[in-house]
Structure formats: C-alpha cells, structure tokens
C-alpha cells in the first residue's frame, strides 16, 4: 500500500495539473479529511500506509475538485473567527474579508455603544457564522439571523445548534429588516454587492455559490439601498449600520447613508488585503 508522503506528493501534482489554485494546501487539507489526522500529523507520520478505502475516497473528493467545486462544500464545512460552521451549496462560504465583520461589530458593541444588552440583526446570515460568533462574544445580546430562504436557514439553524447559542440567535425569513420585529442597536450586513455583469467573470469555484447570495443587481447596490430604507424604521437613535462592501462602493453608499441620516456619520475600517472594505454608518454622528 502506498504511504501518506507518496499519496500527499501525487495529490498536490494532481490538482497541480488540473489548475487548482493552491494545491499544494488544498492537497493536505484532502488527505487531511480522508485520513482523519490533524495537520501537524501528517507531516509526522509521512510513512502511515493509506488503505484501498481511504485512497478511494480522496479520488472521490478529486474527482469533485477537478469540476470546480469549492473545497468548503466537499468537506461541508469552512472555519470562520474561530469556529467550523457546517455548509452546504444553498449557502455562502464565508470569506477571510468578512471577519472583519465580526470584529468590528464586537468593537462596536463593547466600547463605543450605550446599551450593554443590545438587540442585533444579521441580515444576510447565510450560514450563520456572523450570527453565532456575535452570540459567542456577547453573550448578553438579543440577535436576530435573517435570510429569505428555508434552505438557507435549515443551514443557520444547525450551525446555531452546534454551537450552543440557540436561545439567543432568532431565526427569521423573510425581506431584509421586514423579518425583524422590532428596533435595533446595530445591523450587519454582507449582503450581495456584485453587479450582475461581473458575475460570470467570477472564478469557477464562486460561480458554484448561490448566485442569490452573490449578485448586487446592475451596481451591485440593490439590496444595500432596500436596506438603508428600512433601517429608517427599524434602527434605534443611536444605532449603528455594519456593511461589508466592495471599495469602490464605498463613497456611493456613504452618500446614500447621509441621505437617509442626515444627523449621521460614517467611517471606514480596511480588510485583511488593505483594502476598504467594512463602512460603519451611524445614525448620530458621532461626537
């Protein structure tokens, strides 16, 4: 039988060959999966020998990464601040980029809001993973995880489970804020900002997500403005807008955030890469 050094080195040229981008990783994390060992013990055991059963199963996972689809909904999960949520292809895979989400919403609601029980909405929550981290670190919270499909939230409401916050994350379907019953201290929101044209010039792998979750409409901003005018009613006087947007959106939406709170103000906090990316909207200004 061949061992695990030999069956890591041909898996990296297989996807190598076939274009996968980062395959050497992509190569460990696959045998990683089949072999059930942690990372650090595939690189301490290379002479394990890989059974028929197990080398018939990584073919399997290869056969699926060669299509294109994402690695996440092979393994069915995706780690995201810290934790593994469950996945399925009726959801996002949440991104590195929207960790900052969370970041900044903790920031938010731990040093510069009023209210220590604070009431969140999550619109948009996909597969939850925004929800139940918000839930973890702010255990006082009320949060409300919105999203329009039952396929979508089936996925959430496992995650919630899993991860033990189910009394405090309310699962709700609907249109935007529409779904949520009363005010709020702070929205997060990484709705869909692709515009429509750029969507088949996405890679491959994307293209295989929900196009729901993805496409922005002509600017990308369709959801975002329906957003923004439901918040007129739905967010409390010192409460607080968290999107993530593309960068060059940027200054349209803060425009549009002005328009709708004029006794507001905006800032600005940049991804991992340095980009623009998360643009915070308050309904006061701060002082």
Do not use: C, W
Not at 39 to 68: M, W
Not at 276 to 281: F, G, P, Q, V
């Amino acid at each position: 039988m061949p061992v695990l050094r030999t069956i890591i080195q041909d898996t990296h040229k297989k996807l190598e060959s076939a274009g996968i981008p980062d395959a050497r990783l992509e190569a460990e994390v696959l045998v990683m999966n089949v072999m059930r060992m942690a990372r650090q013990s595939i690189f301490a055991e290379q002479e394990t020998e890989v059974t028929g059963q197990q080398q018939a199963a990584l073919d399997e996972f290869l056969e699926r990464r060669y299509s294109r689809e994402p690695l996440a909904y092979i393994l069915g999960q995706r780690e995201f601040y810290g934790i593994n949520v469950v996945l399925t292809p009726a959801v996002l895979i949440p991104r590195p980029e929207t960790e900052g989400l969370v970041e900044q919403a903790l920031f938010m609601a731990l040093m510069g809001m009023e209210s220590t029980e604070l009431t969140i909405a999550d619109v948009g929550t996909g597969s939850g993973a925004i929800a139940i981290n918000l839930a973890i670190h702010l255990p006082s919270a009320k949060i409300y995880a919105v999203d329009v499909q039952d396929a979508v939230l089936d996925v959430a409401a496992y995650n919630v489970r899993v991860h033990g916050v189910a009394d405090r994350v309310n699962l709700a379907i609907g249109d935007l804020l529409d779904a949520v019953p009363e005010p709020v201290d702070l929205i997060v929101a990484n709705l869909p900002y692709i515009p429509t044209d750029r969507i088949p010039t996405l890679q491959p792998e994307v293209q295989q997500e929900p196009v729901l979750a993805l496409d922005g409409g002509p600017d990308g901003l369709d959801l975002v403005r329906r957003l923004l005018i439901q918040a007129e009613d739905k967010l409390n006087s010192h409460g607080i807008i968290l999107l993530e947007i593309d960068p060059d959106q940027i200054p349209v939406v803060q425009e549009l955030a002005l328009q709708h709170f004029p006794e507001g103000s905006t800032s600005v906090e940049k991804d991992l890469a340095g980009m623009d990316r998360i643009l915070s909207i308050h309904r006061q200004a701060v002082e």
